[in-house]
């Protein structure tokens, strides 16, 4: 027997020795508290940044969308997540207003919609979010959603990787004023969620989506159950303040 | 406040993969207790960072946290590695195999941890090199070179600990 068969058979038994484990009721204890910790600072930096709303508004315009950080207020509720927030945008990501855009946007055309699980920056190199601290390294930003049961929806935006093809030959696509406009339905084949991904590429090649992932056994079902509309979907990606500052050093 | 509607999700998935993450964690720790730790707080932070954490990579995200968390918790000292308890049996055949075992065990606890995870992804979970290089970050040549160093390591070290047949039998002729 080769070192490596031994080595299977040495998990096998160890496998059979397994006792216990993390209790599920514990992990999630201790899983809530540490979201709610962790929100209750944005929610805090959140309401600070209402004061400076106005402002951050004229610098999205103006193509900036960086704002002075905000330390987080004291006294905000331990208890509260960003679903029990009534200030409107949570500020996810302390120190920028982009996450807060998102959210404005995607509150006033996606009115179905409460508030997001998570607003986050990433990069073209991570399947996920980058630490917040450096937002503006952020090749993308994403909001996660929750829009219904069997129905989650996540928006992005970003600039595009270098030397890497926009083409979408299963999309259909149309020329708009400012870019190219596209949808797309696909299905998962890992969690079987059909995508109905709407997209506008501007002509500086920056990127705008709403993804709108639903669990259905059929396609015509998963358009049926759908709580998003195409419409409103070409509404988010095509409103301007959909943008943020090019990444540091680019 | 009620549950939030990716919970259920988040259960399901706690449930499925709860042992291997723990298997994965026992094999580079050495210890159950030390990998039910390790694996606690490996569900904490998936369950902190789910709604962020692309469906598709779940798998891989899930063992890059927990991978992590046992090589801190190593450097931290707060676990050391363990040899479990040794089953009490009699027979010859068993008694054969728990002596592998107990060489093998051993000659695990003389690799560094690094091996001992590239060795668990491998031949525990069965990933395919291309997915331990993205779970331990590291280049897919380097997770080649890092297994094929381990293997001999653990052979020569299970070769050093094995007794010389002949030489015990013309002791005891």
Known sequence: ?250 | MGARPWEQEYCDYFTARRRPLMRTAHAILGSWTAAEDVTQQTFVQLYVYWPRIQRTSVDSYARRVLVNACFSSLRKGRHEVLADEVPDRTDTDAAVATEQRLDLTAALRRLSARDRAVLALRFLDDLPVAAVAEVLELPVGTVKSQTSRALTRLEQLLAESSPAPDLCERNSG
């Open chain 1, 1 to 250: 027997m080769n070192v490596e068969d031994q080595l299977r058979d040495h998990y096998r038994d160890d496998a059979a020795e397994m006792l216990g484990g993390p209790d599920l009721s514990a992990v999630l204890d201790r899983g809530r508290r540490r979201r709610r910790t962790r929100v209750a600072g944005g929610v805090g930096a959140g309401l600070a940044a209402v004061a400076v709303a106005a402002v951050a508004t004229a610098s999205v315009l103006g193509g900036s969308t960086t704002t002075t950080g905000s330390d987080p207020a004291r006294g905000a509720d331990p208890a509260a997540g960003p679903a029990d927030s009534a200030a409107g945008a949570v500020d996810f990501v302390a120190g920028t207003d982009v996450d807060d855009t998102v959210q404005d946007v995607v509150a006033s055309h996606l009115t179905m919609l409460g508030a997001p699980d998570d607003v986050y920056p990433s990069d073209w190199s991570t399947n996920g979010p980058i630490p917040d601290a450096y937002f503006a390294a952020a090749t993308d930003w994403q909001a996660a959603y929750p829009v219904a049961d069997g129905e989650r929806a996540l928006v992005l935006m970003g600039y595009p990787k270098p030397g890497e093809s926009t083409d979408c030959p299963t999309c259909h696509e149309q020329s708009v004023p400012g870019g190219t406009l596209s949808t797309q339905v696909s299905r998962l084949q890992t969690t079987g969620e059909w995508l109905f991904m709407t997209s506008l590429v501007r002509d500086d090649g920056f990127r705008v989506s709403v993804i709108d992932y639903v669990t259905a056994p059929r396609l015509a079902q998963a358009r049926a159950a759908r709580s998003i509309s195409d419409a409103d979907a070409t509404a988010v990606v095509r409103d301007a303040r959909m943008h943020f500052a090019p990444p540091a050093g680019s």
